[in-house]
């Protein structure tokens, strides 16, 4: 398939309109749109095809009641690193919309695949948290194209909610995300809007 202009102008549209989403409707997502955003993370790319992301879908109200109360934790913990003014514009700050959004899915990796034998990690075993972190972008711009919203939580001990999970010793946790409807659509970060910090380019250099 030759792709035209007029894919690459929606990949742009798609791609200028993707949001870190913090603020969610509660409305539900349909199960079709769930089921179309499971499969299209089959399409991204992974080391050796070893595919080592596992996906959770979080349903539970008591697990869900244990991750926030994390968040809570650590955000506390995060905002002491913060002074005067600084700590007041990060404390106004909404980090997770862990509350309302319908759907919360914790994202890990595992280390021991036996998909792909090992190729292309001997050197770089990282590649495997790369290969997640690839799916979860592919699911990212997946889902704004289904005019559905993902927040990525980053806030959140990594350990704790493995244990929260209790996923196999050989998973770690790569992100927990939040999907739904987004309360508006903005095509400007968040963190710009707030003037905690503007957009800034990453320039290619030719060495």
Known sequence: MKLEQSHRDALHDVLQWRRDVRH?????????????????????????????WRILNVE??????????????ENAKAATKYKGT?????MALKLA?????????AVFTDHTP???????????????????????????????????GLGWVSILNPDNIRTIMGVP???????????GYAAKDDDTPLLHRANWQENTSAS????
């Open 86 to 90: 600084k700590k007041v514009d990060y």
């Open 60 to 73: 539970s109200s008591d697990l869900r009641a244990q991750v926030i109360a994390d968040f809570e934790v």
């Open 97 to 105: 919309g862990l509350h309302d959004a319908p759907v919360h899915l």
């Open 169 to 179: 010793g050989t998973w770690s946790l790569t992100g927990y995300l939040c999907l």
């Open 114 to 148: 036996a998909e792909g034998h090992g190729l292309g990690r001997q050197t770089m075993p990282e590649m495997l948290n790369y290969s997640t972190v690839a799916a979860i972008h592919t699911l990212w711009i997946a889902a704004r194209a289904e005019n559905i």
């Open 204 to 207: 290619w250099k030719t060495v």
């Open 24 to 52: 969610f409707k509660t409305d539900p997502i349909e199960p079709e749109i769930l089921r179309r955003l499971s499969h299209v993370m089959d399409l991204a790319p992974s080391v050796g095809n070893a595919r080592p």
